[in-house]
Structures are given as C-alpha cells and as structure tokens.
C-alpha cells in the first residue's frame, strides 16, 4: 500500500471521498492511444494512470468505452456489458482499475440509460418485430399522425437538430430519439429496462468500479401522452436563458423514483460507491432534488460551468450552489469545462468572456489565446479553493484550448450535421491530448495518425514542456492540488472578504483566495503567497486577471 492510499483509507472522513474529491475527466477516445491507431484506448489510459496520480486528483471519471457503432462517440451503446474492441478489452479494464486503485485513484463509468444504440439488440429486435409487439415496447413506437401516418406522432426536435422521430422503413410507426436518429430513447416504465440497468449497475460494481456519471439524468421519463410542445434545446446551449430545459420531455417527477432504486443498488455494496447526475435543469432547486439523500450523492454544477468572467456573477452563483445543495445535504460540484462545450481557456478569451458559443471555427471570433489562458489559469485557483467537489476535464491541467480552425471534413459531432453545420458542435474540445512536442502525434499514440487533427499550437501545451517547469499551467495546477488537500480545501467553510470592485475574495481554512477579474492590477492585504496564478508585482499588487492563495486568516 502506498502512503497515499494509507492516508486515504485512515482519513476520517473516507467513507465520503467524493464529498471533496477531484475528479478528473478522462475522454477515452483523446487521452493516450495504446496502439497507435489515432483512437485513445484503456491500455493508454493505464500507462498515463501514473500521471494522474502525480497530478493530485482523487478519482477519474471515463467517458463511455462499451461497444458502440460509435454514431455519438460512444454515448450510443450497444451492448453495456462490455469493451468496444476500438478501446480494448474486458481485461483491459480491469488491468486499468486494478491499477487505478493501487495508485490511490477511484475510478467512476458512465452509464448512458436514457438511449441505446440502434445496434442494441432490443432496438434490433424491436425493428424486426411488427408494430404493437412486445419488443417495441422497450422504447417510444408510436404511430404518425397525418391520413397515412405520414407525419411524426408529435412537434418534438432533437437536441442535436431536425425532428426527434424517425419513421420505421416500411412501417406505420415511429420512434422517439432526443437526440441522433441512432440513439432511440428506451421506455423507462417498461419493467425489462428497469431490470437490465440495475444489473448493468451491478456488472460494473462487481467489478469494482466507484461510481456512475449518469448522462442525460432529467431526460428518461417524458410526460404521459408526449404532448407537444414548442420548445427547442441545443446541445451546446445548455440550461438558462430562454432555451433552458423545460418541456414534456425533462426532468419529470418520475426519473427520482429510478435514482432511489438505483441508490438502494449501490448502498448494497461496500465503500462508498456514487452517482454523478448530468442533469441540465433549472432552476438550481430543481438540480438539488438529484441528490437527495436517497437519490444521488452529486450533480454537475453546470450554472458554474456557464458564469461569465465577472465577479459578481461568480460570488452569486457559488453563494446559490453552496445554498441550494446545503438545503439537501449534498455537497457542490466546481466545473468548468467537458466534452461538450467550448474549452473554458478558450471561452475566457472571448470578446463576452465566458460565453458559450456552439463551438468555434474558422468563420468565428477567434478567442484571445493569451488572455484567455490567463483567466483559465485564475479560474483554477477559484474552481480548486472552494468547499465540495471539482470536475476537471483533461488538458485543462496544461491550459489547452479549443481547435478553434477545425475544417469541417473532419468533423465528427452528429450535432454539426444534423443542423447543416449551423452547431459547429463539440469535436473542438475533443483533439486528442498532447504529451510530448517532438514526437508524432505530439506523443498521443506510437504513430502519427489522431482521429481528430492537432493544432501546431498544441506542441507548446505538451507535457514534456511544462513538466517540472516554474510557472507552467501544469505545475499550477500540481501546486494548487496539492495545497488543496493539505488545507483540506474541500470539506472547509467559505467566508467572504471585504475587498474591491471585480475582485472575488474569501477565506477557507487557512487560505485566502482573491482573484482579480478586473483588466488592472489591485492591491492585496499582507500575507505569505502560497500559490499565484501569475507573479505578483513588485509592489505586492495582484495583477489584471489572475489569482492568489494567501496564507493565513
Ligand atoms: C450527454 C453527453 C453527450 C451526448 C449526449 C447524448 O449530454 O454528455 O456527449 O452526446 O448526452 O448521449
Ligand atoms: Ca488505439
């Protein structure tokens, strides 16, 4: 056993690691590539697991790796119970957790409930079965409407563009998908679908995983009758705003009957297994009924992930989370980006910083690089100082930033063609992952094939060039988590400070944390700096747009 993991197994308050975990996001298909097919794979990630553990986060959360036809980048599965032979095997997985846990790191899976494939043996049996047979009754046939059943059976649009009903060839029905027309949404009061998911819970528990990042989480119970309605979400729009997800299709009383059942799986198991909702509702109070002591131990904070660079929108929504999830006893999470939206060093360096835009190419604003990094830098020393959990989302360790210039022969994201490029979508925060600046591939995989193109950009964020180098984004965020755990960051106590305009600024055990979101420097009380995001002036000040762990009270 190492000494991490006997300080972790000893530590009082073990049982509830992910109350103040970090958590790091592992995109399977853009981490490390074993075998040099331009494809990330597990035998990667193991040989990067290492890395992770150096860095200082408690717990990795994978992206989906099951068999899929790969339509949604996994997200459309196909046979829950195994490894898609792009990323490996079975074996693979578990030499990759077996490690995981011997380096002190938990590991956590997503679990994809609301859409199967259409590769899925039920879809498959289903489309082969005549319309009002049992098979379809796993997912939402239902007859069209019009004189010959011509039109859909209601007004519902995809997430990912056009309608959210596809006809069956030669049939008189159609199915429901929120999303890709290879992503048919299961029927959830159908007790087969119940039954199958909470042993595909229990094939992973068994094997030892941690926990479930549960996609789609508000979406798997539609309104009786699917009424019509009006409304339309974008993928990368998110919650908020006009388009936020209200609508027959989300966040219904009955999905929390499924997480109660769910929990009951876990609490089966020993440790403290957990569920991670990625729910995009509004308002926060809505999110809070996620994680209800009987239901989910987290939801992702996506209102955090869409604050603009302004410090009055950030003490509001961190002073609303820790609120809102206090009044459940569930702790916050912190994130900042994933595999969905506009990396936030890139967002950061737009002309409304922090807005979300549908991805970015060529024909857009190009973010300032430099600024924008310089802010990410200092939302990192925000994100990392406050009480609860964090979610990073690799490559945000070396300030990586969007591919803002992919072409759109390269595209992959069903978004971006299903609305005819108008959602230029989300293969930008997707490029694989660069580790070394003079290898192929920028040292990804063996050869010099990615299945997402590299910006020459990326060579100056590689590993080799800000490992063990002063003032590196990497080393910053080694620093910041390291110091976070030793101040015990995340189960301390928030408390604001007295300072000036545009500056956030509040204590948490013996760290105080300021970070200037204004465009000139401003003045810091007296204190020894154990962690800034850019040297401090000569005159002690804290420059434009960065940020400072100061000890003491
Ligand atoms: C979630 C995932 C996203 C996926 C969608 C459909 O939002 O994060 O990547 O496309 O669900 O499964
Ligand atoms: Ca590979």
Redesign the pocket.
Known sequence: MTSQQLARSESPDALTWWRHAVIYQVYPRSFADGNGDGIGDLPGITTRLPYLAALGVDAVWLSPFYRSPQA??G??VSDYRDVDPLFGTLDDFDRMLQQAHRLGLRVIVDL?P??TSDEHAWFREALSSPAGSPERKRYLFRDGTGEYGELPPNNWQS?FGGRAWSKVPGDSQWYLHL?DSR?PDLDWNHPDVRKDFEDVLRFWLDRGVDGFRV??AHGLIKAEGLPDFAGHVA?VEGSGGAHSNHGPMWDQEGVHDIYRSWRRVLDEYPGDRMMVA?AWVHPPARLARYVRADEMQQAFNFDYLLTHWNADDFRAVIDRSLAVVGEVGAPTTWVMS???TVRHSSRYGLSIPGARPRGIDAAGEQPDEALGLRRARAAALLTLALPGSAYLYQGEELGLPEHTTLEAEHRQDPAFFRTGGAEIG?DGCRVPLPWHSDQPSYGFGSGSATWLPQPASFARYAVNRQDGVAGSTLELYRSALKQRRVSALGTGTLTWLACAPGVVAFANGPVRVFVNTNDYPVALPDGRAIVASEPLLADGQLPANAAVWLAGT
Do not use: K, L, P
């Open positions: 949604d980048a997200y459309d994809v609301n859409h997430i999303f992503q996609d789609v993928m990625e994933n595999h969905d989300r």
